[in-house]
T-cell receptor
Framework: KAGVTQTPRYLIKTRGQQVTLSCSPISGHRSVSWYQQTPGQGLQFLFEYFSETQRNKGNFPGRFSGRQFSNSRSEMNVSTLELGDSALYLC?????????????FGSGTQLSVL | GENVEQHPSTLSVQEGDSAVIKCTYSDSASNYFPWYKQELGKRPQLIIDIRSNVGEKKDQRIAVTLNKTAKHFSLHITETQPEDSAVYFCAASKGTAGNKLTFGGGTRVLVKP
């Protein structure tokens, strides 16, 4: 089985722009979660989607949004980018059938905001 | 919400020695506690997990212990090897209705040959 795929691998944007990141989960997985990883804040939960519905949400501003498609692929959007949004954005997939599951992470999208 | 604290932030051990990483959590409703290992430039990978109905779990050289009363859990790595060098993250979740993990700040482990 192919692993979790995230595109693009790297992104450079300027303040005020918006960006869309993509995540393709492992085949058969219906849950996709997004995490922000920074050296200072570690790994922080953004949101989780399951069967096209947002099932959990972290404590990020409304500029961060996401969606999930019928094939379980997910996108994350960040609008009005700020310097502090520079981070590695990781998505993770799981079957989603029960809580407390093993998450399979993608390699991440490294976002730099200038 | 849940808060997970992890100590130490860095740990240097001699090859063959043991390494112990400790985490505490704040929400008594949390019942699922995974540990992820992230090698430099790589994605996090689950190495072991424990649920609140179990006090200890082992998998070869790694083990995790959970003290629900004190709300803390620990990762133990025995007979450390250079390939154990990585950042280790503990996490906690309520294990119901989804996969919202709250991570600790991470421990950078360096195993010196």
């Amino acid at each position: 089985k192919a692993g979790v795929t995230q595109t693009p691998r790297y992104l450079i944007k300027t303040r005020g722009q918006q960006v869309t990141l993509s995540c393709s989960p492992i085949s058969g997985h219906r849950s996709v979660s997004w995490y922000q990883q920074t050296p200072g804040q570690g790994l922080q939960f953004l949101f989780e989607y399951f069967s096209e519905t947002q099932r959990n949400k972290g404590n990020f501003p409304g500029r961060f949004s996401g969606r999930q498609f019928s094939n379980s692929r997910s996108e994350m959007n960040v609008s009005t980018l700020e310097l502090g949004d520079s981070a590695l954005y990781l998505c993770a997939s799981s079957t989603g059938d029960a809580g407390g599951e093993k998450l399979f992470f993608g390699s991440g999208t490294q976002l730099s905001v200038l | 919400g849940e808060n997970v604290e992890q100590h130490p932030s860095t740990l240097s051990v001699q090859e063959g020695d043991s390494a112990v990483i400790k985490c505490t959590y704040s929400d008594s409703a949390s019942n699922y506690f995974p540990w992820y290992k992230q090698e430099l430039g790589k994605r996090p990978q689950l190495i072991i997990d424990i649920r609140s109905n179990v006090g200890e779990k082992k998998d070869q050289r790694i083990a995790v212990t959970l003290n629900k009363t004190a709300k803390h859990f620990s990762l133990h790595i025995t007979e450390t090897q250079p390939e154990d060098s990585a950042v280790y993250f503990c996490a906690a979740s309520k294990g119901t209705a989804g996969n919202k993990l709250t991570f600790g700040g991470g421990t950078r482990v360096l195993v010196k040959p």
